[in-house]
């Protein structure tokens, strides 16, 4: 019984793996894989077409004291042989360090295994070895399964182990054929001291196999075609790749097909606005010749800036009357207290009823603008005038907040369709705008009439109302002359 561990045989090299992989294998013992070398040799030639044998090695440290204990492991670690799976072969090492409690464990396994069905115990096996280790062994024809139970086993008792295949496999080996005699040779081999004269049985033993040829033919198998495959997929590959790249730039073909279209459109547009205003002169150059109400200041390519002018006469008589009428809105408390120490409230009332209820007198705004010819209109704040508008005042929308209200989104379906005019008088209309329902707008006006206002400082001019006369003067001015003519009704009423 030698006890050298030995995993490298003729039938357990590479070209043994790929002959025995699906039909002899399993686990090794402590790296020794003579066993499954043995069971190749001897069940191999025997072995018919689609059966198979899987040896595995289970170990226990523990002392198995009753036939439960027994079921319990047996139904945890041994449960390959019950899954109706066959050729199975499992052998099942009991290590307690104490001989007694793993012979015990043995005596455990058997008395449980003799209750079961299907299995028979081969007491002859327990004879033969019990000068050597303990070892019980249990057989099942019916799905030719083998359970071997040993107790302490090590690599010299595992290779003594190995004598009896004849005796727990008998469905392989026929007593009236008989075995070779290399075959019994390589199973007295097992007995001895050293290795060596079983290596060279086993050595004798292979030779009746090809085992290079089907090494090379396993692994050669289509060897060429191996490429041609991996190329071919990846040719495949890249074909899908450059197909969505197609897909892709066709798609980016089609928007740039219709971009152009749009543009070609454009051009066409143009080209004919243009032949439309080559025999006469600008529409817009006429337009600013004509309204007296615009000013312009710069023009830059595209870009030009203008200043509108005219009579706050666009607003909402119903909210102006509503806020005249109430002693407490921002016409006489812009910043929440009264403004008397600048003009009195009764003052104020008689001015602000006469400009937006009478309309006896009126009050001059301008309003400064950017018009862009490509798509945008936008007004200034804070924007410095000229002395040619020290007769108006800035709208305080366009001045103080840079606000064009609902005349912007106007502004802009004008710019689409190419109606600059329409565009430039809409520019106008917002400088003659004074919405009274935005009361922070609204508190900065009348901030601005009173006289105080901290955002306007000196560069908002106040004397910007007209008297029926023509005559501009200031609000205080103004509530002067509105006085006056209160007097003169009066003496006429009197006379």
Request: charged share 25%; with cysteine; glycine share 6%.
């Amino acid at each position: 019984m030698f006890e050298n561990a030995i995993k490298e045989t003729p039938f357990t090299s590479p070209a043994a793996e790929i002959r025995f992989r699906d039909s002899i294998d399993g686990t090794n013992f402590i790296r020794d894989r003579t066993f499954v070398a043995t069971l190749r040799a001897l069940v191999g030639p025997r072995l018919p077409k689609g059966e198979r044998i899987l040896l595995r090695f289970r170990e226990c440290s523990q002392k198995l004291q009753s036939k439960e204990h027994a079921k319990q492991y047996t139904e945890n670690e041994l449960d390959c042989i019950f899954q109706g799976v066959n050729g199975q072969i499992v052998v099942c090492n009991f290590s307690n360090p104490e001989v007694d409690g793993a012979s015990s464990s043995v005596d455990t396994m058997t008395e449980y295994f003799d209750e079961l069905d299907g299995w028979q115990r081969l007491p002859k096996m327990t004879e033969f070895y019990q000068k050597s280790f303990v070892v019980s062994c249990f057989v099942n024809p019916e799905t030719k399964s083998v359970a071997i139970f040993a107790a302490r086993l090590n690599l010299r008792y595992m290779h003594y182990l190995q004598c009896s295949i004849f005796a727990f496999l008998p469905w392989y080996f026929d007593p009236k054929v008989g075995v070779s005699e290399l075959e019994m040779e390589l199973i007295q081999s097992l007995r001895e001291r050293t290795s060596d004269r079983y290596m060279n049985c086993l050595l004798r033993l292979a030779e009746k196999y090809d085992f290079r040829s089907e090494q090379i033919r396993e692994m050669l198998d289509g060897f060429e075609f191996r490429y041609i495959n991996q190329e071919r997929s990846l040719v495949s590959t890249r074909i899908e790749d450059i197909t969505q790249r197609i897909r892709e730039f066709n798609d980016e073909i089609g928007n740039l097909l219709k971009q152009k279209a749009d543009q070609d459109a454009l051009l066409l547009g143009l080209d004919q606005k243009a032949a439309e205003g080559s025999d006469g002169e600008s529409e817009i150059m006429q337009y600013f010749l004509c309204n007296q109400s615009l000013s312009l200041v710069d023009v830059d390519d595209t870009k030009m800036v203008f200043i509108a002018k005219g009579y706050l006469e666009y607003f909402d008589e119903d909210l102006a009357r509503a806020a005249i009428n109430n002693p407490r809105s921002f016409i006489y408390r812009p910043d929440g207290r009264a403004c008397d120490n600048y003009i009195k409230a009764e003052d104020m009332k008689k001015l602000m009823t006469a400009i937006f209820i009478d309309q006896t007198i009126k009050i001059r705004a301008c309003a400064a603008y950017q018009f862009d010819l490509p798509g945008r209109v936008g007004c200034y704040s804070e924007y410095r005038y000229g002395y040619e508008f020290n007769d108006c005042t800035p709208n305080p929308h366009t001045d103080g907040f840079s606000c064009m209200g609902t005349y912007t989104s106007v502004i802009n379906q004008l710019l689409e369709g190419n109606d600059y005019i329409g565009a430039i008088e809409q520019c106008i209309a917002s400088c003659k705008s004074l919405n009274f329902g935005d009361s922070i707008v609204m508190s900065e006006f009348m901030r601005r009439l009173y006289g105080f206002s901290p955002r306007a400082s000196d560069r908002i001019n106040i004397r910007c109302i007209e008297l029926p006369d023509g005559t501009v003067v200031d609000p205080k001015g103004a509530v002067a002359w509105l006085n006056s003519q209160e007097g003169e009704d009066s003496n006429e009423q009197s006379n």
